[in-house]
T-cell receptor, first 114, second 115 residues
Framework: DAGVIQSPRHEVTEMGQEVTLRCKPI?????LFWYRQTMMRGLELLIY????????DSGMPEDRFSAKMPNASFSTLKIQPSEPRDSAVYFC????????????FGPGTRLTVT | QKEVEQDPGPLSVPEGAIVSLNCTYS??????FMWYRQYSRKGPELLMY????GNKEDGRFTAQVDKSSKYISLFIRDSQPSDSATYLC???????????????FGQGTILTVHP
């Protein structure tokens, strides 16, 4: 398996633009997680899904952020409109039901909003 | 106050040194304790996990959990330059409902092992 795949790897956009981050989890994994990592706040859980259903979105910072998982092999995280404070590395991770402590992370998307 | 506190360092040690990394936490419901390692510009990867209190050893790595003190540690023996990375502690209550599967991470400690 290729592991968790994220695209794009880097994104530079201007304030006010819409940004869409994409993730393909490992096949067979039931859980999918979106995280944001910054120097100031560390690694924060934004939202996670179980069998394509959002379970906990309490970490989503505000209404500008939305996430979807239309099927078991694809998820998106959208920011609209983007702001400079959204600049961070966004990670997608997936895990298998019986070993939730082991989450497999993708390489991340480095987002810069100017 | 954050649920999980971890000194971000940075920590710089010579090759062969014993490294001690630590986290404290406030949520007594945490039962699963993990250490993830993150190399520069990569995603974190699981290094070790323990359940409840006690020690666990894996090669040069030892994880310790003291639930009475709400304190966990990771020891690295005979540290190598290849151990240079950010080490993140993570915890889970695994209590069902929306807590199930949810990990809370520490800030991460940046470790450099120089030859």
């Amino acid at each position: 398996d290729a592991g968790v795949i994220q695209s794009p790897r880097h994104e530079v956009t201007e304030m006010g633009q819409e940004v869409t981050l994409r993730c393909k989890p490992i096949s067979g994994h039931d859980y999918l997680f979106w995280y944001r990592q910054t120097m100031m706040r560390g690694l924060e859980l934004l939202i996670y899904f179980n069998n394509n259903v959002p379970i906990d979105d309490s970490g989503m910072p505000e209404d500008r952020f939305s996430a979807k998982m239309p099927n078991a092999s694809f998820s998106t995280l959208k920011i609209q409109p983007s702001e400079p404070r959204d600049s961070a590395v966004y990670f997608c991770a997936s895990s298998f039901d019986l070993s939730l402590y082991e989450q497999y992370f993708g390489p991340g998307t480095r987002l810069t909003v100017t | 106050q954050k649920e999980v506190e971890q000194d971000p360092g940075p920590l710089s040690v010579p090759e062969g040194a014993i490294v001690s990394l630590n986290c404290t936490y406030s949520n007594s419901a945490f039962q699963y304790f993990m250490w993830y390692r993150q190399y520069s510009r990569k995603g974190p990867e699981l290094l070790m996990y323990t359940y409840s209190s006690g020690n666990k050893e894996d090669g040069r790595f030892t994880a310790q959990v003291d639930k009475s003190s709400k304190y966990i540690s990771l020891f690295i023996r005979d540290s190598q330059p290849s151990d240079s990375a950010t080490y993140l502690c993570a915890m889970s209550a695994n209590a069902g409902g929306t807590s199930y599967g949810k990990l809370t991470f520490g800030q991460g400690t940046i470790l450099t092992v120089h030859p």
